[in-house]
Every structure is written in structure tokens, then in C-alpha cells.
């Protein structure tokens, strides 16, 4: 009787415990404005270069990834390349003469 009563308090916790969750969901969420202001000065001198803005699908990581494969590629190559010389230098070594 009491394993039935503290399993089914178990299973009860997860239930009461999201209520307050999904009670907080309903609720209307505003959406804080944009800060223009920190990436434009609006009241800057100099008209902006259109000519150094940069129009690009690409993101912060996928520019590291671009940076950083010719390096993988070249440490993987790198490590097969051992790999090979010591099997080789271990099979040369290994026959008799």
C-alpha cells in the first residue's frame, strides 16, 4: 500500500510541477525592441560606405568552420601519413635479412 502510494506521488510530481510552467506559456510576451542605435550612429557625420557593407548568409560558426577545415584536413592527412611510415618502418625492421 505505501509503495503504491509514494510511486504514485512520484509520478504526480512532474505533473504538478509543470503547472506553474504552462501557466507562464499563456501569458502574453512582449518583444523588446531592436537596438539600432548601437550598431548606426544616426547622428554620425560621415554618410555610411555602402561599399564595406557585407551582405552574407554565413554565421559566426560556419566562418570558423571555413577557417579551420584546410588545417583539419591537413593534421588528418598528416596523421595517416604517419601511420603508414611507422607500419612501414615496423614491417622493414621485422624482415629477416
Not at 57 to 68: H, K, M, S, Y
Amino acid at each position: 500500500m505505501h509503495v503504491k502510494l509514494v510511486a504514485l506521488a512520484l509520478l504526480a510530481l512532474p505533473i504538478l510541477g509543470a503547472s506553474p510552467a504552462l501557466a507562464d506559456d499563456e501569458k502574453d510576451r512582449a518583444i523588446p525592441p531592436a537596438e539600432v542605435g548601437t550598431m548606426v550612429d544616426p547622428h554620425a557625420k560621415e554618410p555610411i560606405d555602402l561599399s564595406k557593407i557585407e551582405i552574407t548568409t554565413l554565421t559566426p560558426a560556419d566562418r570558423f568552420v571555413n577557417a579551420t577545415t584546410p588545417l583539419v584536413v591537413a593534421l588528418g592527412l598528416g596523421s595517416v601519413a604517419l601511420v603508414i611510415y611507422t607500419l612501414a618502418q615496423g614491417a622493414k625492421e621485422s624482415q629477416p635479412d
